[in-house]
């Protein structure tokens, strides 16, 4: 995607109770080495979990709190692509400012005190736009992506080498003090070499040994790359990777991308992975003798503007990750992972300093137990039964394990996390609408409602025809992804005898199109619209078309939505028509593919810079008291205020059609609330199992994406210019920011949950933690309940067994704090209620 420790340390006892392999690339690093067990990192061996983080995907306001939330989580290492696309627009034109400012991010995760993977590629990958290669690079003579070709690996090393060099003087690489611990080259290549011959197996060779010259100083990577030559660790990326074994022995296991959710498409359903699943498959991973684990995404952040790939992929890029799109801990998911990673970390130096010995405790159950001679001792004990709970015997005593599940044993006695066990608060996240409010600096801002400015675009070749031609070209072709648009035109003339003109029939219009939509105007009308989706890109279009007799213009609007992103070959995908026909005639249906068609690249209000602030204060826009609805090709206009607070803000567009929106020039992205399908989706997800990313699918029957993430850092206190083009026809007065707000967050914990106390394993006290973000408080409590409470979050009710002093209690350990974690002991509850009942705490909180 699309996704470190002790110096040469021999650790002796009596006998040789472990003895790894140091490979000879350790000589070569002085801060950064490995060995068949794990990395070193400043001599030190080191266990290590990190969290993809895509600079590009936010914004640098956003950049330190999201590093500091990825800490809080208990994240060791922060690892992003570069993008070469966004660093290098046009040959030898290299720009790193704003969202692309590479070394003011790195620097950000350096002054945290983290450590940083750096996956230069600069394939990506990554469902961004053409894999994150160049748009021009394609049209360089002779070029071929991705294999044993001059052009392509000529531009590759260039890039690579400057982005090195970049890391190199701001002394970033750890051989000189700096975070990042690992480099990678290339991406996902092994499952597309074949498909290039001797080419591919060449070029694998070249971008490793290219790579390895650069001199960083510290290991490099490739993932899924089985034939990575040594000294180059090959990783995994998967949903689960306790089975991967690397290359060579004398290399440890990395794990490059876990996937805890799956990327989006406009009008695809909405695919959730349950945390007590991601939670097993990260046990799992270390159990089995992982090292370095890289959660892809962490952090998915907005494919803001025309950034994101597929094609067909939506503007949020989400994953139903960790941290929310727009920067906000996604509970439960958040803080079941952190639990976990906490728990891990207790095993730390059993995990890193012995080897494992697997103890078989049933037919679907074992424990891989770590321990030495002086009584350290770490077990991680799997039920791998996906329907079952199990009771088993470990070590004379008897544990209880949930179907699917793994249970983490830091001192081999108590249990102190079991992946099945959720016991992290919830938080129920909502869009506050907010009308959209004049600006303060705007002579109409007296007027309700808000006053709009509009621009209306006339179907097909605007100024100038680019050229003309006797059948279709390609999309891509035409516009080098310079815009999303391209006009093919043509006319058809009816003669006034036609049948269908004395019956009132209409005509049908068929167009076959590679890609990868299409709104179908006749004689400036639009007729209607047509697309492919996330799966298959190309299309076929059928629709009634209203004709008259004599000259017909045919006006057909061809989009892109993203580039393909990957595959072998991938770069000579197309888009655009390549069949347009009409049916319904007396002559029989007329093929108009090979006639004249006039072509023009691009739609006009991009011509004239309506989008941007500048640009557009040169223009005619029309002064409107409403903006007009359902009419296509229309550019609107605002001069509005920023929402109140400071909560993250989304741009509502459920009621409009499809198109691309600005705020003070800022590309917001394509939108496009098209529905998913109304069928194959769940209410509830049942985490037992493999996952794979249909499994848990929801949203069906609503828009693949309602919201769009406008960063609070692109508004002005006032006078903040608002543009939305809007392609087919939408109701712009319905247009809403909404504030994404924590309205209530909820938790349960039962006093038999896992849980412990890092000084002490044998207290094993259950406890349960609150906390409201960005620096809330929390204000109020719903619901207090110790004893038997019953129901879920937001329809709690009081069991049976109910300790009356619960709600004082909870009150005051936590009203008017951050956060607060309270104890299920006999000092704070009536633990003498009810005995024999496995009692437990439930609450529901407010934050203001």
Known sequence: MASTSCTLVVFIFFSCFLCFYISPFAEAASN?????????????????????????????????????????????????????????????????GGRYD???????????????????????????????????????PGTVFRTDNEPFKHYMQNFTTLIVNMMKKEKFFASQGGPIILAQVENEYGYYEAAYGEGGKSYTQWAAKMALSQNTGVPWIMCQQWDAPDPVINTCNSFYCDDFKPSYSTMPKIWTENWPGWFKTFGGRDPHRPAEDVAYSVARFFQKGGSVHNYYMYHGGTNFGRTSGGPFITTSYDYDAPIDEYGLPRYPKYGHLKELHRAIKLCEQALLNNKPTLVHLGSQQEADVYEDESGTCSAFIANLDDKNEKTIQFRNASYTLPAWSVSILPDCKNVVYNTAKVGSQTSTIEMI???????????????????????????????????????????????????????????????????FLKKGNKPTLLIESKGHALHAFVNGILQASGSGNGTVSPFKFKSSVSLKAGNNEIAILSMTVGLQNAGSFYEWVGAGLTSVKIKGLKSGIVDLSNTTWTYKVGVEGEHLGLYDVDGSKHTNWTSVSTPPKKQPLTWYKAIVDPPRGNEPIGLDMVHMGKGLAWLNGEQIGRYWPRKAPTDKCVKTCDYRGKFNPDKCNMGCGQPSQRWYHVPRSWFKPSGNVLVIFEEKGGDPTQIRFSRRKLTSLCAHVSEDHPSFSTNNLQKNIASLEIKCPMNMHISAFKFAS????????????????????????????????????????????????????????????TCS
């Open 786 to 845: 110790y004893g038997t409470p019953t129901g879920t979050c937001d329809s709690y009710s009081v069991g049976d067994c109910h300790d009356p002093d619960s709600t004082f209690i909870v009150e005051k350990r936590c009203l008017n704090k951050t956060a607060c974690i309270i104890e299920l002991t006999k000092e704070n509850f009536k633990t003498e209620l009810c005995p024999g009942t496995t009692k437990k705490l439930a609450v529901q909180a």
């Open 32 to 96: 950064v080495s490995y060995d068949s067990r794990s990395l070193f990192v400043d001599g030190e061996r080191k266990l290590l979990i990190s969290a993809a983080i895509h600079y590009p995907r936010s914004v640098p306001a956003m950049w330190p709190g999201l590093v500091k939330t990825a800490k809080e989580g208990g994240i060791d290492v922060i690892e992003t692509y570069v993008f070469w696309n966004g660093h290098e627009p046009s040959p030898g034109n290299y720009y790193f």
């Open 433 to 499: 609408p907010e009308q959209l409010q004049p600006s303060s600096a705007s002579p109409h801002k007296d007027l309700k409602p808000l006053s709009w400015e509009i621009y209306v675009e006339k179907p097909g070749i605007w100024g100038e025809a680019d050229f003309t031609k006797n059948g279709f070209v390609d999309h891509i072709n035409t516009t080098k992804d310079t815009t999303d648009y391209l006009w093919y035109t043509t006319r058809l003339n009816v003669d006034e005898n036609e049948e």
């Open 102 to 140: 590479l070394p003011k991010f790195v620097k950000i995760v350096q002054d945290a005190g983290m450590l940083l993977i750096l996956r230069i590629g600069p394939f990506v990958a990554a469902e961004w736009n053409f894999g994150g290669i160049p748009v021009w690079l394609h049209y360089v």
